[in-house]
């Protein structure tokens, strides 16, 4: 089982990404999928989840902000990131049943 997190990178405060998390080796649509991230220092937290039939839920800190989506034609999940804020300066991570991304550096500026 793999999955191949991307779409990080360095944007202004105000800006948005849309981060990437590609799957393969495993039944991708039966199972829930999650978005994590970990900032320097800290630990590792939950930002947002979706169920097999689509179901979201969403850390406080960025609902209004973040979505997160899913093709199960193409194994893949998204998470879309708006109106970012310093504090989201974390490397993201996702993550199913027990297996987890290798990470992707998302850098905003003030």
């Known amino acids: 089982v793999q999955l191949q997190g991307s779409g990080g990178g360095l944007v202004q405060a105000g800006g948005s990404l849309r981060l990437s998390c590609a799957a393969s080796?495993?039944?991708?649509?039966?199972?829930?999928m999650d978005w994590y991230r970990q900032a320097p220092g800290k630990q590792r937290e939950l930002v947002a989840t979706?169920?097999?039939?689509?179901?979201?839920h969403y850390a406080d800190f960025v609902k209004g902000r973040f979505t997160i989506s899913r093709d199960n034609a193409k194994n893949t999940m998204y998470l879309q990131l708006n109106s970012l804020k310093p504090e989201d300066t974390a490397v993201y991570y996702c993550?199913?049943?027990?297996?987890w991304g290798q990470g992707t550096l998302v850098t905003v500026s003030s």
């Open positions: 080796g495993y039944i991708f649509s039966r199972n829930s």
């Open positions: 979706i169920t097999s039939i689509g179901t979201t």
């Open positions: 993550h199913a049943t027990v297996f």
